[in-house]
T-cell receptor
Framework: GAVVSQHPSWVICKSGTSVKIECRSLDFQATTMFWYRQFPKQSLMLMAT?????????EQGVEKDKFLINHASLTLSTLTVTSAHPEDSSFYIC??????????????FGPGTRLTVT | SQKIEQNSEALNIQEGKTATLTCNYTNYSPAYLQWYRQDPGRGPVFLLLIRENEKEKRKERLKVTFDTTLKQSLFHITASQPADSATYLCALGSNFGNEKLTFGTGTRLTIIP
């Protein structure tokens, strides 16, 4: 159980175009979904937190107009990188959260999407 | 500012031995701590969660300790196998119900046959 999928697994796009990445929780309903970015040999950096039906909460330094997040349902969140530039090339990972007990949560991660902007 | 450090960027261990990874944090009061495994080009996979009032957690060959006085967690893999080779990440969560995790820098573990 607790499977999260991402689509596409990799994408190459030209500078200035937009790219949409989908994140789905396949066998559970996620209270919250998260979007992370990971550069080579670095840890995961949280970009934004997404709750179904409400606006995403972005971390400091992340441009909300550039990284559009739409959380359409309890099982689907999308990240759109608008007007992509080469410096946006990275590994984008989503996760879906389910509450275990009290205030502790387990996050289940998608396989990631490798974005390359040329 | 909050800081989470994992003991070393890379760790090589002989097969069969116990691998011990360290996660230290400063300027943080986590309610719980999690350990994840990440293989190259893949998303992290959840391994263990330990709460602030717990000292130790075990799961098969894995053991996690949590010392809130030392602000440190130790992650042990006993009877290590080459298949255990991966990057291991610790992550801290707060007790404010916002579910956010802050990840450590990761340790790349290699089990040598």
């Amino acid at each position: 159980g607790a499977v999260v999928s991402q689509h596409p697994s990799w994408v190459i796009c030209k500078s200035g175009t937009s790219v949409k990445i989908e994140c789905r929780s396949l066998d559970f309903q996620a209270t919250t979904m998260f979007w992370y970015r990971q550069f080579p040999k670095q840890s995961l950096m949280l970009m934004a937190t997404s709750n179904e039906g409400s606006k995403a909460t972005y971390e400091q330094g992340v441009e909300k107009d550039k990284f559009l997040i739409n959380h359409a349902s309890l099982t689907l969140s999308t990240l759109t990188v608008t007007s992509a530039h080469p410096e946006d090339s990275s590994f984008y990972i989503c996760s879906a959260s389910t509450k275990t007990s009290g205030f502790s949560y387990e996050q289940y991660f998608g396989p990631g999407t490798r974005l390359t902007v040329t | 500012s909050q800081k989470i450090e994992q003991n070393s960027e890379a760790l090589n261990i002989q097969e069969g031995k116990t691998a011990t990874l360290t996660c230290n944090y400063t300027n943080y009061s986590p309610a719980y701590l999690q350990w994840y495994r990440q293989d190259p080009g893949r998303g992290p996979v959840f391994l263990l969660l330990i709460r602030e009032n717990e000292k130790e957690k075990r799961k098969e060959r894995l053991k996690v300790t949590f010392d809130t006085t030392l602000k440190q967690s130790l992650f042990h893999i006993t009877a290590s196998q080459p298949a255990d080779s991966a990057t291991y990440l610790c992550a801290l969560g707060s007790n404010f119900g916002n579910e956010k995790l802050t990840f450590g820098t990761g340790t790349r573990l290699t089990i040598i046959p």
